[in-house]
């Protein structure tokens, strides 16, 4: 049987490489940034900062961008192509909602069904103009403007990407943009903005709500930028080390920021044994490394309020449950159903295809852990999602191979390193 052995530094953090790219391109002047990640999901980023005429390119391992100020985006001559990404389009229609241009927005077959309108109609709000497909949906076209209004927005469902669209456009907006979050996002946005000295405020109130206030138009000097490992691609490995017997990796130079590494705490709770040492702060983010063994797995329940600090990494704490004694009941899903596939399907019917018990009863999944026991090869469907191929991937090792992963290419889009760092673990 094959094990995880050994020590790897995994690749660049997706939240953060689409964060220094942006704000370092609303900076004014050159921005060095080094361990950017460099995927699919942030060549969209990339091409579309270009389209919007910032310099963007690479010197070595070094990406340099030459930023051109919060109001310094030039009307595009052509679509902004968002390809798989998201945070992408999210985050960019927020940026240039303030500029006075006109950027029309695509994305592929996969983004052109998730929601923009959770964006846009905070921006309208606060003037600029919006036409979406079917009222929702990229294509998009935007008409920013210079004088956009200050406001108090609130923050009705807990979503990051909306968070960092209104932050990206307050920065070129005058007065005060105030943000009310009920629950607490991740914050990477703001930690980069405290690093490179944007003078805005934040605080938690009695209520635990967190409350940004922005005071723009901003000026932003550039700093050079250094992106910490990305814990959700960490959480691929770690999870293969904990289910197969025999291994023991070492995780290097992993971002542990608070809103991230929630899935570390489920997985100890289950059982698993796992050493966290923090060794520095980078850029405003703290910055350590992760050691993994094999445990035996113990089934948990995993409490709603959680979700938002789990989004990315139910697909692997599924395959973790699949393999863990007992039953786990993962709850308040829903969100999960507007991600790269309908998550909450493409984890049911995969591990239904294993014989695992698994059901979904509304927005919660339950599995009952089990030995998988293959008599012939079994075809994972990835619906294209990145992270339902890499967890069945990692599932993979405890079933000799016998998944037959239907698209694997997907994962290029936020780790296409995956395959190599599995390679140099399993040596
Ligand atoms: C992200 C926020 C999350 C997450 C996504 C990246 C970000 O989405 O699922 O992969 O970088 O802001 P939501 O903002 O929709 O929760």
Redesign the pocket.
């Known amino acids: 049987m094959v094990k995880l052995k050994g020590s790897i530094k995994i690749s660049g953090d ?2 953060i490489s ?2 220094a790219l942006i704000l370092s391109a609303m900076a004014t002047g050159k921005t060095k940034i080094t361990n950017l990640l460099e995927s699919e999901d942030i060549n969209s980023t990339i091409n579309v900062l270009k389209s919007l005429g910032v310099k963007i390119k690479k010197e070595k391992n070094i990406w340099v961008v030459y930023g051109n100020g919060t109001c310094g985006f030039l009307e595009p001559t052509k679509a902004l192509d968002c390809g798989n990404s ?2 992408t389009a ?2 960019m229609i927020g940026a240039v909602s303030s500029n006075p241009i006109r950027c029309s927005f695509v994305g592929d077959k996969s983004l052109s069904k998730r929601s923009m309108s959770r964006v846009t109609k905070i921006l309208e709000k606060i003037g600029a103009q919006v036409n979406l497909t079917n009222y929702d949906y990229l294509p998009l076209i935007i008409s920013g403007s210079e004088n956009l209004l200050p406001r108090h927005h609130i923050m009705i ?8 669209s209104i932050i990206l456009a307050g920065l070129n907006i005058k007065g005060k943009t105030k943000i009310t979050e009920k629950i607490k ?2 914050d ?2 703001e930690r980069l903005m405290k690093y490179l000295k944007i003078n805005f405020k934040m605080k938690v109130l009695k209520n635990n709500h967190t409350e940004i206030e922005l005071n723009g138009p901003y000026e932003i000097k550039p700093k050079n930028i250094s992106v910490a490992g990305d814990p ?1 691609s960490a959480a691929f490995f770690i999870v293969g080390a904990l289910i197969t017997p025999g291994s023991a990796i070492n995780l290097k130079n992993i971002a542990l920021n608070p809103t991230r590494i929630a899935f570390l705490k489920i997985l100890k709770k289950m059982g698993g044994k796992i050493k966290i040492k923090k060794l520095k702060n980078s850029c405003g983010e703290d910055v350590g490394n992760i050691n993994a063994e094999y445990s035996r797995l113990k089934g948990v329940v995993i409490n709603s309020k959680l979700s ?1 600090f789990l ?2 990494e139910y697909p692997i704490l599924s395959i973790a449950a699949s393999q863990a004694r007992g039953k786990t009941i993962m709850k308040g899903l829903a ?1 999960l159903r ?2 790269e596939s309908d998550r909450i399907k493409s984890i049911v019917i995969n591990l239904k295809k294993l014989n695992i018990n698994v059901t979904q009863v509304k927005d919660n999944i339950e599995i009952y852990g089990k030995k998988i026991d293959l008599k012939k090869n079994k075809t994972i469907k990835t619906f294209g999602d990145h992270r339902i191929a890499m967890s069945f991937s990692i599932l993979n090792l405890i079933c000799d191979n016998m998944l037959l992963i239907d698209d694997v290419n997907c994962i290029s889009i936020s780790y296409p390193k995956f395959k190599n760092h599995l390679d140099k673990l399993l040596n």
């Open positions: 997706k939240s689409h964060r998201g945070t999210r985050l469902k807990a979503s990051a990407q909306v968070k960092s996002t991740r990477h946005t959700s938002p989004i990315d969100e507007h991600k």
